[in-house]
C-alpha cells in the first residue's frame, strides 16, 4: 500500500474534517481531485502542455460549424461490472448542471445545450453546443467533470466508479482508502491499495514522511525542499509551471484604467528578483502572459525587463508622477506577503509608493474580486483558451482585471469558430499581444509545485503541473 497526504491550496479553501465528501462532483481541495481521480474518470483530461487528451472518450469530431460534437466512448466499465454508456455520461453532466447545486464544473459546461444533446449509440452522445467552440475538449477534461453512473445519488458509502481504484473505506476528516481495479480499461494499477490521508499542515506531512508513516507528501514549500533535496532521505519533485504568480491591475479604475500607467508598472518588475525572494527560486520569470510552456502560448515576444527610466517617462506622459497605489494581499497563497514587500520596494526606486494592504485569508479571493485597484494574484494550470474566456472576456464571472473590450470578444468568438488549429493559434497570437502591451495581469512568475516522497517510490510524473492528467496519477506509480 501507498500512502499520501495532502492538504488544501489556493482559492480553494484549506482542509478537511467531518463535513467531507467523495462526491466527485463536490472535489473542490487538491485532496479531494487526487481522490476522484483514483475512483473516476472525465471524457477528457489536460496533458503536460494543457491540451485536451482523451480519457472516456475515444474519439470526438465535430460538425463543419463547431456547434455539434459527436462523441464516442471507449469499452470501459464501473466498478459494478456495468459498462459506462452515453446515459452515464449525459446523467452525469446533467447532475453537474443542475441549477440548484453548486458544483465547480458547471460553468466550465455550460456551451452545452444539455436539453438538446442526446445518446445516439449505447456508446455515442451528440452534444449540441449553444456556440460554435473549436475547443470542446477543454469543456470534457474540465476540473471536476467527472462521470457517474446513471441515477447515482450515494457517493460516501460505496461510490462506484470507473477509475483506477475501487472504493474501500472513508474516515471524514481522517482518510480514504482505495483498491486496485483489475479490469480498468488503461491497465490495472501497478500498487495494491492506496490510502489517502488528510494531513493540513506541511509539517506534519513532512514529519509523517521523514518518519515512514506514508510514502507521498503533497505541496510543500521551497524551504522544505531546500532543507532536503539531495540528503538521501527523501525525494523531492518539483512540477515546474504548476502555478501563475502575478499582480492584477484593474483597468476599469484610476491610475490604471490609463494603459501608459500599466505599462509603466510592467517596467517597474525585476521579476528575477521576486522568483528568488517570494518564491525562494522555485519557479521561472514569467512575461505578462498565462500560460508560459503550454499549448498557444506566444514565446516569440522579448522577455520584459525592468527598466525603471522608461517607467518614469510612462508615468509622467500619463500625468502619474508621485503616483500612491495600494497593493492588496494576504497569507492566502504562499510568497504573496513577500511578492508584494519585493514590489513595493521596486517601485519606490521609480518614485511610485505602494502601500500594501493585508486581507483575511477566509475572504480574500471574493474581496479582490471586484474591490480596490491592485492586488496580488495566482492561478493553478489551465488551459490558455479558459484563461481568457473565464477571465478576459466582457462577461466573464472572474474577470478580476476588469479587461472589458468588444473587440478582444470577438476575436475569442473568431478562435472558437476556426477550424484550423493553425490559423486558431494565429488568433490567440493577436490576442497575446495585445494584452502583453497593455493588459492588466502582470505576470511575474511561474512557481513550481513540489512534492515529497519516499526513496522507493517509482513512477511519479515530473513533468506534469498541477490539475493535468498526470499529477496525483497513482495508477503508474509503484513501490520498488
Known amino acids: 500500500m501507498l500512502r499520501g497526504a495532502a492538504g488544501g491550496c489556493g482559492p480553494r479553501s484549506r482542509g478537511g474534517g467531518a463535513s467531507e465528501t467523495l462526491d466527485p462532483h463536490l472535489a473542490n481541495l487538491f485532496a479531494d481531485a487526487a481522490r476522484a481521480k483514483a475512483l473516476y474518470d472525465k471524457l477528457a483530461d489536460y496533458g503536460a502542455d494543457l491540451s485536451a487528451q482523451p480519457r472516456l472518450a475515444e474519439t470526438w469530431e465535430a460538425n463543419k460549424t463547431l456547434d455539434r460534437w459527436q462523441v464516442t466512448l471507449r469499452q470501459a466499465t464501473f466498478h459494478d461490472g456495468r459498462p459506462v454508456t452515453a446515459a452515464d455520461v449525459l446523467y452525469s453532466y446533467r447532475r453537474i448542471a443542475d441549477p440548484d447545486q453548486a458544483f465547480r464544473a458547471k460553468a466550465s459546461l455550460e456551451p452545452i445545450d444539455l436539453d438538446a444533446s442526446r445518446a445516439t449509440g449505447q456508446r455515442s452522445i451528440e452534444f449540441v453546443l449553444k456556440r460554435p467552440t473549436a475547443e470542446f475538449p477543454n469543456v470534457l477534461a474540465a476540473f471536476g467533470a467527472y462521470i457517474v453512473p446513471d441515477k447515482a445519488t450515494e457517493f460516501d458509502r460505496k461510490p462506484i466508479g470507473s477509475g483506477p481504484f475501487r472504493f474501500v473505506s472513508f474516515a471524514p476528516g481522517r482518510s480514504v482508502v482505495v483498491r486496485r481495479y483489475d479490469d480498468y480499461w488503461e491497465g490495472a494499477p501497478h500498487l495494491d491499495e492506496v490510502e489517502f490521508v488528510v494531513a493540513n499542515e506541511e509539517s506534519a506531512r513532512v514529519n509523517a514522511l521523514l518518519g515512514g508513516q506514508i510514502e507521498y507528501a503533497h505541496e510543500l514549500n521551497p524551504t522544505t525542499a531546500r532543507a532536503h533535496e539531495g540528503k538521501g532521505q527523501i525525494e523531492i519533485v518539483r512540477l515546474r509551471n504548476s502555478?501563475?504568480?502575478?499582480?492584477?491591475?484593474?483597468?476599469?479604475?484610476?491610475?490604471?484604467?490609463?494603459?501608459?500607467?500599466?505599462?509603466?508598472?510592467?517596467?517597474?518588475?525585476?521579476?528575477?528578483?521576486?522568483?528568488?525572494?517570494?518564491?525562494?527560486?522555485?519557479?521561472?520569470?514569467?512575461?505578462?502572459?498565462?500560460?508560459?510552456?503550454?499549448?498557444?502560448?506566444?514565446?516569440?515576444?522579448?522577455?520584459?525587463?525592468?527598466?525603471?527610466d522608461r517607467a518614469r517617462a510612462l508615468l509622467k506622459q500619463a500625468g502619474a508622477e508621485n503616483l500612491k497605489v495600494t497593493l492588496d494581499t494576504s497569507a492566502v497563497a504562499a510568497g504573496f506577503t513577500e511578492a508584494a514587500s519585493i514590489f513595493r520596494?521596486?517601485?519606490?526606486?521609480?518614485?511610485?509608493?505602494?502601500?500594501?494592504?493585508?486581507?483575511?485569508?477566509?475572504?480574500?479571493?471574493?474581496?479582490?474580486?471586484?474591490?480596490?485597484?491592485?492586488?496580488?494574484?495566482?492561478?493553478g494550470a489551465l488551459p490558455i483558451e479558459a484563461h481568457i474566456s473565464q477571465r478576459l472576456l466582457t462577461d466573464s464571472t472572474t474577470n478580476a482585471t476588469k479587461w472589458r473590450h468588444k473587440d478582444f470578444d470577438a476575436l475569442y468568438e473568431q478562435a472558437q469558430s476556426t477550424r484550423d488549429a493553425t490559423a486558431r493559434a494565429a488568433v490567440y497570437d493577436r490576442m497575446q499581444r495585445r494584452l502583453y502591451s497593455e493588459g492588466g495581469f502582470l505576470i511575474w512568475g511561474f512557481a513550481d509545485w513540489i512534492l515529497g516522497t519516499a526513496r522507493n517510490v517509482r513512477g511519479v510524473e515530473a513533468k506534469a503541473p498541477a490539475n493535468t492528467l498526470d499529477w496525483a496519477r497513482f495508477d503508474k506509480v509503484w513501490l520498488a
Open 345 to 379: 520596494d521596486q517601485a519606490a526606486k521609480a518614485g511610485v509608493t505602494v502601500d500594501v494592504k493585508m486581507g483575511s485569508k477566509d475572504s480574500y479571493w471574493a474581496d479582490i474580486l471586484n474591490s480596490g485597484t491592485l492586488c496580488c494574484y495566482r492561478s
Open 243 to 308: 502555478a501563475m504568480q502575478a499582480f492584477c491591475m484593474k483597468t476599469d479604475r484610476p491610475p490604471f484604467d490609463d494603459a501608459r500607467v500599466r505599462q509603466a508598472f510592467f517596467l517597474l518588475a525585476d521579476r528575477r528578483e521576486l522568483v528568488d525572494g517570494a518564491l525562494s527560486g522555485a519557479g521561472v520569470v514569467g512575461n505578462d502572459l498565462f500560460g508560459k510552456g503550454y499549448e498557444y502560448y506566444d514565446d516569440s515576444l522579448p522577455q520584459r525587463e525592468q527598466d525603471l
